[in-house]
């Protein structure tokens, strides 16, 4: 079994500042761990993925995840906001054989 | 380009109607996923097919049906059955297992009843 649990529905920060979104999971096997993107009336985007490499992860625009096994999380972070990045954020694990599993969500505001 | 086409990106419903979605890839995927997303309640599964023929429920069968008659196709009915169908629907599709690579989404279309 495996479930994904995204800590902040809501996540307001200035442009600039720093953006650091939670994810933690739960996996009986080893995880492969995914943050998407999705802006408003869009389909998601894959932002980054780990799959048992290096632990911390880079993706596109910035962004960069860290896997911690022993806190079993993923959280998502980003130096710098742009408002360009204003958007919704989901975690998903995958570790069954068939298919991913989302977390809630977590819906980034950036104020100018 | 490859990619995951969803028709019609809008789509309105009177109550008693079927609705069919549709859902091409051209990314030579096995695997193809739909996924219901409500506000405050993340994706979740409502049918997902691994090879042609062949298809499987997910969490939220109820009132949905699909068939894969074709690699590329993945097609979603919305019955009369199911009782609150307004919501955003994405198509996904993936190599098998999806773990690996993760999934590559449509842009979604738009359901509502009128």
């Known amino acids: 079994a495996q479930s994904v649990t995204q800590l902040g529905s809501h996540v307001s920060v200035s442009e600039g500042a720093l953006v650091l979104l939670r994810c933690n999971y739960s996996?009986?096997?080893?995880?492969?761990l995914f943050w998407y993107v999705q802006y408003p009336n869009q389909g998601l985007q894959l932002l980054l993925k780990?799959?048992?490499?290096?632990?911390l992860v880079k993706g596109i625009n910035d962004f960069e995840a860290e896997f911690k096994k022993s806190e079993t999380s993923f959280h998502l972070t980003k130096p710098s906001a742009h408002m360009s990045d204003a958007a919704e954020y989901f975690c998903?694990?995958?570790?069954?054989?068939?298919?991913?599993?989302f977390g809630k969500g977590t819906l980034l505001t950036v104020n100018p | 380009d490859g990619g995951i086409t969803q028709s019609p990106k809008y789509l309105f419903r009177k109550e008693g109607q079927n609705v069919t979605l549709s859902c091409e890839q051209n990314?030579?995927?096995?695997?193809m996923y739909w996924y219901r997303q409500d506000p405050g309640q993340g994706l979740r599964l409502i049918y997902y097919?691994?090879?042609?023929?062949?298809?499987q429920k997910g969490d939220i069968a109820e009132g949905y049906s699909v068939s894969r008659e074709k690699k590329e196709s993945f097609p979603l009915t919305v019955t009369s059955a199911q009782k609150n169908p307004t919501a955003f629907y994405l198509c996904?599709?993936?190599?098998?297992?999806?773990?690996?690579?993760?999934?590559?989404f449509g842009s979604g279309t738009r359901l509502t009843v009128v």
């Open positions: 996904a599709s993936s190599i098998f297992p999806p773990r690996d690579y993760g999934y590559t």
């Open positions: 996996s009986s096997v080893p995880p492969y």
């Open positions: 780990y799959t048992s490499a290096a632990t």
């Open positions: 998903a694990v995958g570790g069954s054989n068939y298919k991913l599993t």
């Open positions: 990314l030579n995927h096995d695997a």
């Open positions: 097919s691994q090879i042609v023929n062949d298809f």
